[in-house]
């Protein structure tokens, strides 16, 4: 399997929670290797956008609000398979679904606020690295 990169997001539950060092410790353990990380406040415009594939869902808005409601954390992890191995780490939406050891299933709220949010193919993950990083704050 290739070297492969992945975009999570710490939602604004966790940092809020004081839970970033705990959930970046089940992501190196995990193997994953965190090569790019920014505490920011998104504004609603950069929130609608990336989130714009589910803008016909019931949920869009509250999403939005959400995802603007206070700090996250933007990250870039490098591995073996890490968009697939990522979205392992992280577990299902909803928490009560999730397997045990996993990020979801350790510290998400609810299926809305879900600690994590995680690349689900190639080609997201590229949109998504480009939208928030420029490729100087990424250091492999
Ligand atoms: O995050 P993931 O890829 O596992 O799930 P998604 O179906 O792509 O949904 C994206 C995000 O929308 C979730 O992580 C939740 O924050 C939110 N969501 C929600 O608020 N209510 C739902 N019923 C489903 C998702
Ligand atoms: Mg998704």
């Not at 406040?41 to 989130?51: C, D």
Request: charged share 30%.
């Amino acid at each position: 399997m290739a070297t492969e990169r992945t975009f999570p997001i710490i939602k604004p539950d966790a940092p809020a929670r004081n839970l970033t060092g705990a959930i970046n410790a089940v992501i190196e353990k995990s193997g994953l290797r965190i090569v790019a990380q920014k505490r920011v406040r998104w504004t609603r415009a950069q929130a609608e956008k990336f989130y714009e594939e589910h803008k016909a869902r019931p949920f869009y808005g509250e999403l939005a609000d959400f995802m603007t409601s206070g700090p996250i954390v933007l990250q870039v992890l490098e591995g073996e398979g890490a968009i697939a191995k990522y979205r392992e780490v992280m577990g299902a939406t909803d928490p009560k679904e999730a397997k045990d050891g996993t990020i979801r299933k350790l510290f998400a709220v609810s299926k809305a606020e879900t600690s994590t949010h995680g690349s689900d193919s190639p080609a997201a993950a590229d949109r998504e690295i480009a939208l928030n990083f420029r490729l100087d704050e990424i250091v492999g």
